[in-house]
C-alpha cells in the first residue's frame, strides 16, 4: 500500500462513487426496509472494503464479483422484490462498469487482463468515470418508475439477460484485448447505449403492464356495477308487481268487507294464504291481535325450519295464551 497521488485520487473519487451508486440505489428501489443509520452505515463499509480491494487486490474479476456482491447485499436496505432486486443490481452495475471501461479505454487502456492485477494511473480517468457516472445517473433521474406491477418471469429474464451478456462481452473484449483502440470504444459506446435502452423499455413495459392491470380492474369493476345494477333493476320490477298485486287484493277485501261479506273476506284471506304457503292453524290465541300474530309467525317459522315443539313449550304457550288474555280483559 503506497499512499501516492493516484491512491489519494482513487480515495477522493471513490466518495462520489458511493454516491453515485446510492443515487442508482434510489432509483431503483423507492421503499426503504431500514432505518437510515443502518443504509448509511452499509455504504460506508462498502466504501471502506471498495479502498481494502484497491489497495491489495486489483485483480478485475475478483473487483467485478466483489462489486455485484456489495450491490446485491446494499440493495437489501430497500423493498423489493427478488426479481426486481436482481435486475436492479444488475443493471446498476453493468451501466457504470461500461462507464469505467469507456472512460479507460478513451484514456489508452483498452487490455485488461481479467486474472492478472492491473495498474490503471490516469487521474483524469478516475475523475472523469465519477463525472459520467453522476450525469448518467441524473439523465435517468426525471424516468424514475414508481409503479408496482409483478413481471412475469419470462419478461424479467428476457430483460436481464441483455446486461449479464452485456458484461461478458465487455470482459471478452478487455481480457482479449486483441481490438484496436476505435473499435474498442465504439464496442463499448454501443454497450452502454443498448443498457441505457433496456432501461427505458423495462420502465416503458412496467407502466404498460401498470396501465393494463388497471384497465383490467376497471373492466371488471363495472361488469360489478352493471350486475348490481340488473340486480336492482329487477328487485325494483319485483317489488312494483308485488305492490299492484296487493293493491288488487286489498280493494277485493276492501269490497268484502264494504259488502259486509265477512265470509267471503275470511275465505279470500285463507286463499291468499294458501297460495303463499302460510299454514292455518294458530298456535297462539290470546285475543290481542298484535301479540297472536307475532307467536304465530315465529312459531310457524321455527317449526318450518325443523325445530320441534314439545309439549312443554305448548304448555308454556298455553298459560301465556291465557296470562295475555287476562290481562287484556282486565286493561
Same mark, same amino acid.
Given at each position: 500500500?503506497?499512499?501516492?497521488?493516484?491512491?489519494?485520487?482513487?480515495?477522493?473519487c471513490?466518495?462520489?462513487?458511493?454516491?453515485?451508486?446510492?443515487?442508482?440505489?434510489?432509483?431503483? $428501489?423507492?421503499?426503504k426496509h431500514?432505518? /437510515?443509520?443502518?443504509?448509511m452505515?452499509?455504504?460506508?463499509? #462498502?466504501? +471502506? !472494503?471498495? %479502498?481494502?480491494?484497491?489497495?491489495?487486490?486489483?485483480?478485475p474479476?475478483i473487483?467485478l464479483?466483489?462489486?455485484?456482491?456489495?450491490?446485491?447485499?446494499?440493495s $437489501?436496505?430497500?423493498e423489493?422484490?427478488? /426479481?426486481d432486486?436482481?435486475?436492479?443490481?444488475v443493471?446498476? #452495475?453493468? +451501466? !457504470?462498469? %461500461?462507464?469505467?471501461?469507456l472512460?479507460a479505454?478513451?484514456?489508452?487502456?483498452?487490455?485488461?487482463?481479467?486474472n492478472?492485477?492491473?495498474?490503471?494511473?490516469?487521474?483524469?480517468?478516475?475523475?472523469?468515470n465519477q463525472?459520467?457516472?453522476?450525469?448518467?445517473?441524473n439523465?435517468?433521474r426525471p424516468h424514475k418508475?414508481?409503479k408496482?406491477?409483478?413481471?412475469p418471469?419470462?419478461?424479467?429474464?428476457?430483460?436481464i439477460?441483455?446486461?449479464?451478456?452485456?458484461?461478458y462481452?465487455?470482459?471478452?473484449?478487455?481480457?482479449i484485448?486483441?481490438?484496436?483502440?476505435?473499435?474498442?470504444?465504439?464496442s463499448?459506446?454501443?454497450?452502454?447505449?443498448?443498457?441505457?435502452?433496456?432501461i427505458?423499455?423495462?420502465?416503458?413495459?412496467?407502466?404498460?403492464?401498470?396501465?393494463?392491470t388497471?384497465?383490467?380492474?376497471l373492466?371488471?369493476?363495472?361488469?360489478?356495477?352493471?350486475?348490481?345494477?340488473?340486480?336492482?333493476?329487477?328487485?325494483?320490477?319485483?317489488?312494483?308487481?308485488?305492490?299492484?298485486?296487493?293493491?288488487?287484493?286489498?280493494?277485493?277485501?276492501?269490497?268484502?268487507l264494504?259488502?259486509?261479506?265477512?265470509?267471503?273476506?275470511?275465505?279470500?284471506?285463507?286463499?291468499?294464504?294458501?297460495y303463499n304457503n302460510?299454514?292455518?292453524?294458530?298456535f297462539?290465541?290470546?285475543?290481542?291481535?298484535v301479540?297472536d300474530?307475532?307467536?304465530?309467525?315465529?312459531?310457524h317459522?321455527?317449526a318450518?325450519?325443523?325445530?320441534?315443539?314439545?309439549?312443554?313449550?305448548?304448555?308454556?304457550?298455553?298459560?301465556?295464551?291465557h296470562?295475555v288474555?287476562?290481562?287484556c280483559?282486565?286493561?
Open positions: 500500500m503506497i499512499f501516492n497521488e493516484m491512491s489519494i485520487t482513487f480515495m477522493i471513490n466518495i462520489l462513487s458511493v454516491y453515485v451508486v446510492y443515487r442508482f440505489m434510489n432509483q431503483f $428501489f423507492e421503499e431500514t432505518c /437510515k443509520i443502518i443504509e452505515a452499509s455504504y460506508l463499509v #462498502y466504501y +471502506i !472494503l471498495l %479502498i481494502l480491494c484497491y489497495w491489495y487486490v486489483k485483480i474479476i473487483m464479483i466483489f462489486n455485484v456482491i456489495s450491490f446485491m447485499l446494499i $437489501f436496505n430497500y423489493a422484490s427478488i /426479481k432486486r436482481t435486475l436492479g443490481v443493471c446498476i #452495475y453493468s +451501466i !457504470l462498469f %461500461i462507464i469505467e471501461m472512460i479505454a478513451i484514456t489508452g487502456y483498452i487490455h485488461f487482463p481479467m492478472l492485477k492491473v495498474e490503471y494511473s490516469s487521474i483524469w480517468g478516475q475523475v472523469a463525472i459520467v457516472g453522476l450525469a448518467v445517473v439523465i435517468l418508475n414508481r408496482r406491477v409483478a413481471i418471469v419470462i419478461y424479467w429474464f428476457c430483460i439477460v441483455i446486461p449479464v451478456f452485456s458484461l462481452f465487455l470482459v471478452m473484449i478487455l481480457d484485448g486483441s481490438l484496436n483502440k476505435t473499435n474498442t470504444l465504439l463499448i459506446s454501443f454497450l452502454l447505449v443498448i443498457n441505457f435502452s433496456i427505458y423499455l423495462y420502465d416503458f413495459m412496467v407502466n404498460a403492464m401498470y396501465e393494463c388497471n384497465n383490467l380492474l373492466e371488471q369493476q363495472n361488469k360489478y356495477y352493471r350486475r348490481q345494477i340488473e340486480l336492482m333493476d329487477g328487485m325494483m320490477k319485483s317489488n312494483n308487481s308485488l305492490q299492484h298485486d296487493l293493491n288488487n287484493h286489498l280493494i277485493s277485501i276492501e269490497s268484502y264494504n259488502g259486509e261479506e265477512f265470509d267471503n273476506a275470511l275465505a279470500y284471506v285463507k286463499k291468499m294464504q294458501k302460510v299454514p292455518n292453524d294458530s297462539s290465541k290470546t285475543g290481542n291481535s301479540i300474530s307475532i307467536l304465530n309467525l315465529k312459531l317459522e321455527a318450518a325450519k325443523g325445530i320441534d315443539l314439545n309439549p312443554w313449550s305448548l304448555i308454556i304457550i298455553s298459560c301465556c295464551n296470562f288474555y287476562a290481562v280483559r282486565y286493561v
